[in-house]
Structures are given as structure tokens and as C-alpha cells.
């Protein structure tokens, strides 16, 4: 069989095909041929009844939003942003898709992140499919950024939601170096490019640079609520803004969220706002790694193996480089 044939297989090990090789019960493992493609698969999750054609499409946005592929101890993980505007554009595709449930998890993330993410949803949208979303545990600081594109945002009773704002974290280690008698030494081309270096304390008109990124960011930030929550006005918006997070009663009080409902609740919402009557629910899911667009990037180079795991020594300097956020981190 050809290596380029389209119905190519691999061979992978499943750890769920353990299975009884004797009559004494040891057991085996079970290779299981998968097919090498890894364009996203549709999952049905439910269905109304038999007949049912028309469908709701669940989409997930989970954990710390970055515009890169998510770390993983062995190897490389998705990219949020790549992943998201995939399941979009498969959903616009498909003329069963008559709404999307963009399910929230997550206490937001990289400025970028957030903001590319909040674009394509406005795009999508414009194929006239309504899109809610629906907070679980969290939607803050960027991942409620996101929530405000969609036509409706429903919270679970219990989830947290807000932090509009926007933090840049740093650390200054200079007293650390002297104790050690250790010390750093930078040759700039300019008296601002060394600026929020871990390595010497911050000069004051350099925290005033930052200031003023962050101020920029968080009118942006303002912005986008002030037009995806057209019933509060831009001064009401400044004062829910001041970065705390609110249950989910107190933001359907402030007018952040539309009702608070369950995740089988928010899905009779959806049938309702798209005038369905029997649906089926699906979801997308990858059978392995794939990048099929522009915000996906390519993988990284080879880093050091030890003991078979990949140890990327880049991420251990990582922390050291201030980073813009939308994103509600309580321990910073």
C-alpha cells in the first residue's frame, strides 16, 4: 500500500483495547488501525428524534487563552485560536448548523487571544447563525471578551463571571542577584529596551509606559463589552470594569449576562432563538493533531528528549517576559 494513499491506516496502541488473550485473564493489548487523517470529525450527542435533520453545534473554549499551541508535558498541544475558527468554519459549512453553543471555561488570557478569538465570532455570525454562549465554571477577564460577540450570554448558577480588565505581570529579581553576588548587565540601543527587565528595578518613567499600554487595552476592553451589551451604557461598563469578578446573580443584576440557566436549559434557548423544533446535538472533536488555517503555527524545532519526555528548555525563561493579559489570575 502506498505511503501517499488516501485511505492510508497507522497503527496506534489503545490503552481502552486491554483486552483477555486466555481463559486465565492476562491481558493483551488490542492495535487498533486509525485513519491519518486529522481534519475535525463530527460527534452526534444527541438527537430529538430519528427524523431530525436540523442541528446545534456545541463548541468549547476552555482554559488560558494564548494565540499558540497550548503546552503539553509530551509534546505540543492545540492552538486555541486555530481550533476555534476550525469548529467555526466547519459549523458555517454545514446548512444543518442552525445555531452554535460557544461553552465557556475559562479565566481568559492572552490580549491577542482574546481579541482574535472575539473577530472571529463576529465573522461568523454574519452567516446568520445565532451564537450563545454559555459560561460554565468561569468567563472572565478574556473569556468573557470573547462572550460579548455572542448574541446571548447565559451563565450556569454557579459560574463566575466578569474581571474586565486588564494586568500585566512582572517580577524583579535584583535583590535575589545581590545576595548571590551575582548581576546583570544589558547594552541597549536606546534608554526603553531593556524596559520590564527581571534583572534591575522598574525606573518610574517606565512603569508609565506600561501604564499607558494597559490603559489602551482596557478601552478596548471597554469597547468591546459597551457593544455587546448594548443595554448598558459606557458608564455603567467603566464602573462593573474595575476588574473584580461577579456570581452569576450579581452579573445578571449588573446586566453582564442575559439569564442564568443549566447547560440542558441553554440548549432548549438555542432550539428556541433558531425556531427549531427537533435537533440533534453535535460537537467536533480532532482524531489526531492537525493545523488547517492561518492562525495555526507550525511546530517548534526538535527540543532535548530526556527519558522520552521532550523538555523545551525556552519555556523555563518564558515567565520572564512581560506578557499583556486579559485575564483573571487571583494568585498574581
Known amino acids: 500500500m502506498s505511503h501517499v494513499h488516501a485511505n492510508r491506516i497507522i497503527l496506534t496502541t489503545a490503552l481502552a483495547g486491554l483486552v483477555t488473550l486466555t481463559s486465565c485473564g492476562a491481558p493483551g493489548l488490542l492495535l487498533t488501525p486509525v485513519s491519518v487523517r486529522r481534519e475535525l470529525v ?16 456545541i463548541i468549547d473554549v476552555s482554559g488560558v487563552l494564548m494565540n499558540a499551541p497550548t503546552p503539553q508535558l509530551m509534546g505540543e498541544g492545540e492552538h486555541a485560536v486555530a481550533m476555534l475558527l476550525e469548529k467555526l468554519e466547519k459549523a458555517r ?12 471555561n475559562s479565566p481568559g488570557g492572552g490580549v491577542v487571544a482574546s481579541e482574535l478569538m472575539h473577530d472571529e465570532l463576529i465573522h461568523f455570525k454574519k452567516s446568520g447563525k445565532p451564537v450563545i454562549a454559555v459560561i460554565m465554571d468561569v468567563g472572565a477577564s478574556g473569556g468573557y471578551y470573547i462572550a460579548c460577540a455572542c448574541d446571548e450570554i447565559i451563565a450556569h448558577p454557579s459560574s463566575i463571571v466578569g474581571s ?12 535575589t542577584l545581590r545576595k548571590l553576588g551575582a548581576s546583570a548587565t544589558a547594552i541597549t540601543s536606546g534608554a526603553f529596551k531593556d524596559t520590564g527587565s527581571p534583572f ?9 509606559v506600561f501604564q499607558k499600554l494597559v490603559d489602551d487595552m482596557y478601552e478596548r476592553f471597554v469597547a468591546v463589552v459597551n457593544a455587546g451589551r448594548p443595554k448598558l451604557d459606557e458608564a455603567t461598563v467603566r464602573k462593573l470594569a474595575d476588574g473584580r469578578v461577579y456570581s452569576a446573580t450579581q452579573a445578571l443584576e ?18 428556541q432563538r433558531a425556531g427549531l423544533n427537533a435537533v440533534r446535538l453535535v460537537t467536533y472533536n480532532r482524531p489526531l493533531g492537525y493545523r488547517p488555517n492561518y492562525y495555526a503555527m507550525p511546530p517548534h524545532p526538535n527540543t532535548p528528549t530526556v527519558n522520552m519526555i521532550n523538555i523545551d528548555a525556552r519555556s523555563l525563561f518564558e515567565g520572564t517576559t512581560p506578557r499583556f ?3 483573571w489570575h487571583p494568585g498574581s
Open 164 to 175: 474586565i480588565g486588564v494586568i500585566m505581570q512582572m517580577f524583579e529579581m535584583s535583590g
Open 325 to 327: 493579559m486579559y485575564l
Open 93 to 104: 459549512r454545514d446548512n444543518n448548523v442552525k445555531a452554535v453553543l460557544l461553552r465557556i
Open 200 to 208: 534591575r528595578q522598574m525606573r518610574p518613567e517606565e512603569r508609565d
Open 254 to 271: 449588573a446586566g453582564l449576562i442575559d439569564r442564568i440557566s443549566t447547560l440542558r436549559e441553554s440548549i432548549d434557548t438555542a432550539e
Open 42 to 57: 463530527e460527534t452526534e450527542l444527541s438527537r430529538d428524534s430519528f427524523f431530525a435533520s436540523d442541528k446545534i453545534a
